[in-house]
């Protein structure tokens, strides 16, 4: 989904004169028509994070929309505080691209693979925060942050299969229901999803129903859609390429407990990367395979807890 | 390089509009008892120079698309900015006696707030000028013509964020930028020396492609012959003016004494001599240095 997400930015930059794209060092030959025909828009300032996002936010101040592509462990991180302050408690409005979020960089080992972005990004006060699975998401999503206020995360992640069915509209803030829910229930984000996808399939191959409810935006939360999915389950399965903990299946365990009346806890297991820095390199596949995050590992862990 | 120097740091008294200022900053500690003091009054003359003489702005029309943006980084030395924007009128006087109360306008450090000539929210130090870049950048890309001033502390530099910050503005020859240090000289902890040295700060600035100006920051007809001199380009690189100033300046038991950087607990005894001290004009405070 880069390709597709970064031509989104692109021809949004193309269009529109107040959009700037702010890179740190995204490589040679990066949006190569707007570099042509607009070069004052297409602002690479080096790996100066923290630099670059403070200009972004003053920028910003004065009516300017950034895109900011950066890769996703060091956007979130090295510039934290630009990003909570500058952005956050201004309420300017921006877009940050974080290329590579969850397992994407497995090769270059636990400097660059981000499963804290989420986290982080969530905690900034009126953030907005997505986690697209399929390149039709991030193009829809990439084009929707420029007409929100305040600053999006927008993960951007390493796989570009398509879901293989609609799931409905592509709205910000609405889950969607790719499989109807039923005693087993995944909910997922980002290119988690795709293994949910498969895993459900699995599932469904052995006489197993299991639904999959997919979450592209994480902030704000689809609180209604999962309680009524969660209802309908005995087993839920939270699938995230994120730490178990600060990302997705602590929002869902707070909707399903919160808003007064909570709905009655089905079995609940977190699926992710727990406290620990994620070791070894390797593949994407690999990585999902240490985490038992593949489709076969998903559905072989539902039907464990089925009968267990 | 420009061939301005000065000598004998704060030496020249304070004229009665300064301790006017220096007793609104007084107001407002006072009121809160609390509050960082010595580095406001390090900056009294920098900001008067700013708001009375340099910068274009309309304390009516607060939110003038062509006002000059000012903005103070060193967010800590907020009782400054408070005084001069009191005194302008972009805030009540009152304000000033509500200072860091729970649903006060002012606070312990700005917070945006363009209608009162807030333009950031700063506290968190070395965030001010790159937002200062991003601003000028987005003026020289409109030609409005809209300048942007930036006060930073020199402690405030140990941040790498303000050297990435100089990099991008010196990249994008931001001529309408001008950065304003306040050199005092002395952070929370001690002296810049002896907590990180930072000097030589005009030999730096100048490596990174900055024109630069070294003034005393403490006699106003310099800063603002400095600050009109380097604002009125309109190419080149962008400018720092390094103001030599004396922390706590005006209050003689206060000068370069870092028990005053942050002070709380005021005693009768101390308030009546701050009245004192800044009652009427006169000879205050002593040399901090000669240039180089």
């Known amino acids: ?308 | 390089m420009l061939g301005d120097e000065y000598v004998n740091c704060g030496s020249q008294p304070l004229d009665e509009k300064s301790l006017h200022l220096r007793r609104l900053v007084m107001r407002a500690l006072r009121a809160a008892d609390k509050g960082h003091v010595g580095s406001a009054l390090s900056m009294i003359e920098i900001f008067r120079a700013l708001y009375e003489s340099v910068a274009r702005h309309d304390p009516a029309n607060p939110k003038w698309e062509g006002r000059d943006r000012i903005i103070l980084s060193k967010g800590h030395g907020c009782l400054a900015l408070y005084a001069l924007l009191a005194d302008q009128g972009y805030i009540d006087l009152a304000a000033l006696d509500r200072f860091c109360e729970r649903d006060a306008l002012l606070g312990g450090h700005p917070e945006r707030d363009p209608e009162h000539g807030i333009e950031a929210s700063t506290g968190a130090l070395g965030h001010g000028l790159p937002l200062a870049v991003g601003m000028a950048i987005a003026h020289k890309r409109k030609a409005s013509g809209v300048r942007v001033f930036v006060v930073v502390g020199d402690g405030e530099l140990d941040e790498g964020s303000n050297w990435e910050a100089l990099l991008i503005a010196a990249k994008y020859k931001l001529a309408n930028l001008t950065m304003i240090v306040d050199n005092n000289s002395e952070q929370i902890s001690g002296s810049l020396d002896t907590v990180l040295p930072i000097e030589p700060l005009r030999e730096k600035f100048e490596s990174f492609g900055l024109i630069t100006a070294n003034v005393d920051g403490h006699d106003l007809a310099s800063v603002v012959e400095a600050l009109v001199r380097v604002s009125s380009r309109v190419q080149g690189p962008p400018a720092a003016v390094i103001c030599h100033t004396i922390k706590g300046k005006g209050v003689s038991f206060a000068e370069q004494n870092p028990q005053w950087h942050y002070k709380r607990g005021l005693d009768p005894k101390t308030l009546a001599h701050l009245d004192e001290e800044l009652a009427s004009a006169r000879q205050i405070g002593s040399p901090a240095g000669t240039e180089r």
């Open chain 1, 1 to 308: 989904m880069r390709a597709e997400c970064l031509r989104t930015i692109e021809e949004a930059a193309l269009a529109d004169a107040r959009v700037v794209v702010v890179a740190s060092d995204p490589g040679a030959g990066f949006m190569p028509e707007l570099a042509k025909k607009y070069p004052e828009r297409l602002m690479i300032e080096g790996v100066c994070e923290q630099g670059l996002v403070g200009m972004a936010a003053g920028m910003a101040a004065e009516g300017f929309y950034p895109y900011i592509v950066m890769i996703a462990a060091f956007g979130t991180r090295r510039c934290y505080e630009q990003l909570l302050l500058d952005f956050g408690l201004h309420g300017f409005s921006g877009c940050l691209v974080g290329i590579g979020g969850g397992f994407h960089y497995s090769v270059l080992g636990p400097t660059h693979v981000a499963v804290d972005d989420l986290m982080l990004t969530l905690a900034i006060p009126g953030s907005v925060v997505f986690a697209p699975a399929e390149p039709d998401e991030a193009i829809t999503l990439t084009r929707c942050a420029r007409d929100l206020r305040g600053l999006s995360y927008l993960r951007v992640s390493a796989t570009t299969e398509a879901l293989s069915n609609s799931g409905g509209q592509i709205i910000v803030g609405k889950g969607r229901v790719l499989d109807a829910p039923a005693s087993v229930l995944f909910i997922s984000c980002g290119s988690a999803t795709l293994a949910a996808k498969k895993a459900a399939g699995a599932l469904a191959q052995s006489g197993i129903a299991a639904g999959v409810l997919h979450l592209h935006t994480l902030k704000p939360l689809d609180v209604q859609t999962i309680r009524s999915c969660a209802e309908k389950a005995n087993v839920v399965l939270c699938v995230e390429e994120h730490r178990r903990f600060g990302g997705l299946s602590g929002l869902v365990l707070q909707a399903l407990a919160d808003a007064g009346k909570p709905v009655t806890l089905p079995r609940f297991v977190s699926v992710g990367v727990g406290d620990d820095f994620p070791s070894g390199y390797g593949s994407y596949d690999d990585m999902a395979r240490h985490y038992e995050m593949t489709g076969d590992a998903l559905a072989e862990r539902a039907r464990a807890l089925l009968s267990s």
